[in-house]
Nanobody
Framework: QVQLIESGGGLVQAGGSLRLSCAAS????????MGWFRQAPGKEREFVAA????????YYADSVKGRFTISRDNAVNTVYLQMNSLKPEDTAVYYC????????????????WGQGTPVTVSA
């Protein structure tokens, strides 16, 4: 069983930065795609970014491209999301998720999920 623990969320002003972390335990993540999703109040969960096992390939939602950077450290089974130039519309609960297959932007395709960490961006 895989457990995912997110951290790093909080309150930040527009234009600021936050770095989210997601630590995995239970299995090595070397062969897993690791992704970030977010869900704002009253909205569906949406894809943010994903990174394949060896960290070479990444994929971003258009809404965060150029502002967010996903990375991973397989030595410590952790994926990161560096969020810069934050906007009020980035406010959401951010979830880490993993799947042992090819990269996907669809939430139902992911096998394990963290509990989420809230991010609030004030105007």
């Amino acid at each position: 069983q895989v457990q995912l623990i997110e951290s790093g969320g909080g309150l930040v002003q527009a234009g600021g930065s936050l770095r989210l972390s997601c630590a995995a335990s239970g299995r090595t993540m070397r062969n897993y795609v690791m992704g970030w999703f977010r869900q704002a109040p009253g909205k569906e969960r949406e894809f943010v970014a994903a990174i394949i096992g060896n960290g070479v390939h990444t994929y971003y939602a258009d809404s965060v491209k150029g502002r967010f950077t996903i990375s991973r450290d397989n030595a410590v089974n952790t994926v990161y999301l560096q969020m810069n130039s934050l906007k009020p519309e980035d406010t959401a609960v951010y979830y880490c998720a993993v799947r042992q297959s090819i990269l996907s932007i669809r939430a139902p395709n992911y096998d394990y999920w963290g509990q989420g960490t809230p991010v609030t961006v004030s105007a």
